[in-house]
C-alpha cells in the first residue's frame, strides 16, 4: 500500500539527515530562506536547537558571504564542544545552517564563491527563470564550489519535481511547498499541501529524493499532518518571522503576529512587489501577503502612481507602516492564524517537536 | 498548548460518536452527500463498514424519500441481527445513514417529511442563500420532524462555523472545507485544509461542537493528517465516486481513476453548472471539476451557445462525453492523483483506516 510504504520510507530517510546533519532531532524542523528576514541569528537559532536553519538572499547578493561570516564568528565565539552541532561544524569544516539562493535574480558568481568559502551545509535553490536547465547549472557550479554540499531544490507543481528528480544534476531533497505558503509561490498552479503532499510523495518514490513539506504549518498539528502525509521533514517560514531572532521591523513582525482568517486577510498579488520597486519576476510566482490599504486602494481603482506615493509616504512613518491601516508589503503565509506570539525561535523548534510527538502517540493509542 | 489541547479533545469526541452512531470505528470515516451519486447504496455500504455514510441531494426534492425508503428495504432484506449496525436500527428505529440537503435550491417541505417518515441519523446541511438564518430554519424544522436528528453544517470559512457556533440552533456537527475539496466550495475564499483546519478548531473548541475534515483527501496518509489537524472524523467524497456503490457514469468514473496533478487538470469553474443548465448558485460557491473540451473551448474564446451545443451532442454520446476529448461536467477533487482504482466502499473504508491506524502508529514510535 503506497501510503504505508510511504511512512515507513520517510523514517528511513529521517536516518539519513541524521547521518548528513548529525545535530538535528526528529521531526526535522527546517527554517526557510526568507530573504533578508531569515539572516545569521535565526538561521543558527533554528540549528542549534535541533533543526536546520537557512538564511535568505540578501538585499544584495554579496549580502550571503557577510551573512555567512557572521555565523562562523557566532559559532567560534557562542557554541562550545559539547554542542552536538559545534561538534559536527569542527568535524566537517562545514556551517552547520543552509542558504537559499532566488535564482531569476540572483549571482551565481558571488554565490559560489561565498560557497566556497564559509562551506554551508546546503543550499536551498528556488524560482529560476528558465525552468530546470537553470536549476541545474547552479547545482553544477555550487557542488564544483562546495563538493558534498547538499542542494535542496523548492518545487511548488508536481511535474516541477518530476523534473527535477529526473535530472542528471538531481537536487539531494525536493522542498514541496503548497499553495498556503507565504511569500512567493505558484501564480496559477499551486494546490492545497494535503492532496499535493502525497502525490507528490508517491511521483518521487522511486527517485529517492526525500520530500519536505512547506507551506501553511506553523505548529505542531501541521508538522504532525505533514508527517503523516509523506514528509521527511517540515519548513516553516512566517512562524519564524515571529521570533525575536528574525532581521525583521517591529510593525511588519506585529502583523503576522495580530493577523487571522488568512482566507479573508491575505491576498497572491504582485503589487508589493510593484510598489517596493522590485519587477521582472516570472510569471509562474506571486508572493502571498496580508494585505492592507495599499491592496484595499488598488481594489477600489486608486492608480498605481497614487498608490505608490502613498506606500512611499508610509515607508518614511516606520512601524505604523504596517498594519491594516498601513501600506507596506507583509508577504505571510495562510497560517498566520496560528501564530500568536514572539518566541526564540529556539523555544519554537522544540515545541514544535513536542507538541508533534504528542499529537502523534496521543492519536496512536 | 492548543494543540495538545485539541488532539486530546478530539480523542472525547470520538467517544461521543460512537454513542450517537454505536457501529462506527474508529478514525471516523465518513461518506460526503454528493448529489445524486451518493444514493442508498454507496451511503450504506460506508455505514456498514465502520464509517457514516450520507446520502446526497437527487434530481428531484422527493428523490430523498424514495432514496431513504430503498435504504430501508436493503436494511430490513440483507441485513443481520448479529450487525452492529442493524441491532442499531432496530433498538433506535433510525436509519444508519444521513441524507445531505443542498439548501439555495431545497425544498423544506419535502426535506421534512421525508426526515419525519423514515428518520435518518442525521442530516448534513449546506449552501444556503441566506446564510445563517436560513440553516436555523433548516435546523428548526429538521428537529421538529425528528427530535434526535443530529444536525452537520458544512461550512468553508472560519466566520461561517463560528457563525453557525453562536446560533441559538447551532448544529451538533461542523464539517470544514478545505479549497481542495470537489464539487461545489467557497468560490473565492476557500483555504487548504492544512492552515483552515487547525484554526477552525482553536475558534470553534469552546462551542464543543466536533469538527468534520473535508476536501481533498483520498487515503490514510489524509486520513491520518487530519486527525492531527484537530478533526474528529474525515469526510471523503471523490474517493467513493470510484467505489462500486456510486450511482455515477461509467464514463465519468474512469476520470476519476484516470486524472492526476490537479493543479493542472482541474479548475473552479460555473461553466459545466450552465452547460447543464443549472443556474442560480449563489455566488459565493463554485465547484470544482476535472476539465475537458469544453474548458477548453471557453478558455479559447468559443462562445456558450457554440459549447452547449458541442455539450448536448456529447451528452447522447454516452460514457464517451466523459474524459480529456470529452464534454460533460466532471466534479472532482483534488485528491484525483491518489485514486487509481474502483473498489466497493466498504473495502475503502476499512482501508482508510487501517492505512491512517498504521501510519499513527509508526510514526508514534
Not at 40 to 62: D, I, T, W
Not at 72 to 89: G, M, P, R, V, Y
Not at 253 to 272: K, P
Request: aromatic letters at 6%; hydrophobic letters at 40%.
Amino acid at each position: 500500500m503506497s501510503a504505508l510504504r510511504s511512512a515507513v520510507a520517510s523514517t528511513g530517510r529521517r536516518a539519513r539527515y541524521a547521518d548528513i546533519f548529525p545535530w538535528v532531532t526528529s521531526p526535522f524542523i527546517v527554517g526557510a530562506p526568507m530573504r533578508v528576514m531569515a539572516g545569521p541569528n535565526l538561521a543558527l537559532a533554528v540549528s542549534r536547537a535541533g533543526g536546520l536553519g537557512f538564511m535568505g538572499p540578501g538585499a544584495k547578493a554579496q549580502d550571503t558571504a557577510v551573512d555567512l561570516a557572521k555565523v562562523k564568528e557566532i559559532l567560534e565565539s557562542q557554541c562550545t564542544n559539547d554542542e552536538k552541532l559545534f561538534a559536527a561544524f569542527q568535524s566537517t569544516k562545514r556551517l552547520p545552517v543552509g542558504v537559499g539562493f532566488q535564482l531569476w535574480n540572483g549571482d551565481l558568481p558571488s554565490a559560489t564563491s561565498a560557497v566556497q568559502e564559509y562551506q554551508p551545509c546546503a543550499a536551498w535553490l528556488f524560482a529560476p527563470r528558465n525552468g530546470q536547465e537553470e536549476l541545474d547549472e547552479w547545482a553544477v557550479k555550487l557542488r564544483e564550489a562546495s563538493p558534498g554540499i547538499q542542494i535542496w531544490i523548492q518545487v511548488g507543481t508536481i511535474r516541477e519535481g518530476a523534473e527535477a528528480a529526473s535530472s542528471a544534476h538531481r537536487p539531494d531533497v525536493l522542498v514541496i511547498q503548497g499553495a498556503e505558503a507565504g511569500g512567493h509561490g505558484r501564480a496559477k498552479d499551486g494546490l492545497g499541501l494535503i492532496a499535493l503532499l502525497p502525490e507528490a510523495a508517491d511521483r518521487l518514490r522511486e527517485s529517492g529524493i526525500p520530500v519536505i513539506a512547506a507551506g501553511g504549518i506553523a505548529d505542531g498539528r501541521g508538522v504532525a499532518a505533514a508527517l503523516s502525509l509523506g514528509a521527511s521533514g517540515i519548513a516553516l517560514g512566517t512562524r519564524f518571522l515571529a521570533s525575536n531572532e528574525a532581521r525583521i521591523s517591529k510593525g511588519y513582525q506585529n502583523e503576522v503576529v495580530r493577523a487571522t482568517e488568512a482566507a479573508h486577510s491575505t491576498a497572491r498579488t504582485h503589487l508589493y512587489n510593484h510598489l517596493r520597486g522590485t519587477f521582472g519576476w516570472p510569471e509562474h510566482w506571486s508572493p502571498r501577503g496580508i494585505t492592507n490599504m495599499s491592496w484595499q486602494d488598488h481594489i477600489a481603482g486608486v492608480p498605481f502612481d497614487e498608490l505608490k506615493q502613498r506606500h512611499d509616504v508610509a515607508q518614511e512613518s516606520g512601524d505604523k507602516g504596517w498594519g491594516p491601516e498601513g501600506r507596506l508589503a507583509t508577504y505571510a503565509g495562510a497560517g498566520i492564524g496560528l501564530i500568536h506570539s514572539v518566541e526564540p525561535a529556539g523555544v519554537l523548534v522544540q515545541r514544535l517537536q513536542n507538541e508533534a510527538k504528542e499529537i502523534l502517540s496521543g492519536l496512536a493509542h
